[in-house]
């Protein structure tokens, strides 16, 4: 290929090399599969995915953020650095095929494949011509915890200084790690329309997390209930409040409030004295986050005072709004239509989950698209199973590294572009002020 070589050119050798040289990524993938383990866990996982990054000759920093790492692959000449990120944690989800006997961890939002198209872009940027052709560097950037859960546990671990944020990109954030990152992009699977295809652009919810202990007064329930004070009544009633406020919110925030109890008493026999709950309060915007945070407040306050018991309200730093860059979201479509065809690439519109990755696009211009190749009733369902690893990791590794290339080439002008014409919600100080603000511990009785 003749130099300087032009971004069609560059795009098809990397299409080309994926196709004989890509099976490494799936393979990556496969393997994850079958040892999954949640958040700030994922030590087989971490281990799996650095000694696959370290096969294509690249060095790998690990042990950031307690499991995740990063490896760089540079250019030709000096230029813009664009992180292509992938997650390494799966979630409990019984009844999943593949879930961990013992902790029922599974990949049921199939993370396991970001790992491989993640493993993908390196493969097809390392294409003989490619790399020499390019101005800038590409950060492979393999992050924990994106799943928010086992809240409790992740508490006493920020409790005990392992960790400040639950999750595994804030705490990239706050380490630094993204301080010389100026794009970044990840495409996660998922098992909306189209199932051969991709979904592209949209916006997903925000949230913070809350973790909520009645007190209450043991007795014994039968023979004399009236002595004790029941920590689970306060509860249902705490329930209900949040309930009678749904009407209070507007369609356009996109609220989603869904509490689950974790321990609702020791005994049948004893009135419960101690009852748990977890609950993410998720909106569309930082303003309808907080707003319907302080309803559900109220209603866990209402809950004890209503029955005499003691609450104890942790709020708990989640995620921000995602908020996808246009030009980027445009450019990686493009892409996306080359492999697949127009027809099978869907805009994304609104959406009620919420990801860390909103996070860096809060402070960065960033995408985070979707692929199909995945089958059963939705993301994190048991029957939740990815059935095209040709789609989900090698098109959608494809579609990323097109990307990168049409950022970096030509003396990185696309990248250039991007980030001239990009502003920024918040800085990263303004970021960090703002998750540590939502941190609140207290304790409300009668």
Known sequence: MANPASAAELKDAVRAHL????????????AVLNHPETGFKEIKTSAATAAAIRSLELDVREGIAVTGMTATIRGRSPGPNVAVLAELDALPVPGHPYADPGTTAAH?????????????VAIGLQAPGVLESLSGSVTLMVVPAEEYVEIEWRNEQR?????????????????????????????HVTTEPPHDGFGVGGTNTG??????????????????????????????????????QRETYRDED???????????????????DDVRMETFV?????????SANEKVDRALRAGALATGATVEVTTLPGYLPLAPDPELVAMHRANAEALVGAERVHEYGRRGGSTDMGDLTQIMPGIHPYVGGASGRSNHAEDMVVDNYDLAVLEAGKAMAMTVIDLLADGASGAKRVISGHKPAMSKDEYLSLQRGFLSERSYSE
Do not use: W
Not at 19 to 30: D, F, K, N
Not at 211 to 226: C, D, E
């Open 19 to 30: 196709s004989s040289h890509g099976e490494p990524a799936i393979a990556l993938a496969r």
């Open 108 to 120: 049921a939002c199939a993370h396991h494949c970001q790992l491989g198209n993640m493993l993908a």
């Open 207 to 244: 949230l913070v997390a809350k973790f909520i202990r009645f007190k209450g007064v043991k007795s014994h329930a039968g023979g004399a209930p009236h002595l004790g004070i029941n920590a689970l009544n306060a509860a249902h009633l705490a329930i209900a409040g949040i309930h009678a």
């Open 159 to 187: 409790k005990a200084g392992r960790i400040e944020f639950l999750g595994g990109k804030p705490e990239f954030v706050r380490l630094g790690e993204l301080d010389d990152v100026d794009i970044c992009m990840m495409t």
């Open 282 to 290: 998720r909106g569309a915007s930082v303003d309808a986050i907080k």
């Open 254 to 272: 996109t609220i989603r409030i869904h509490p689950i109890i974790t321990r609702g008493g020791s005994a049948v026999n004893a009135v419960p």
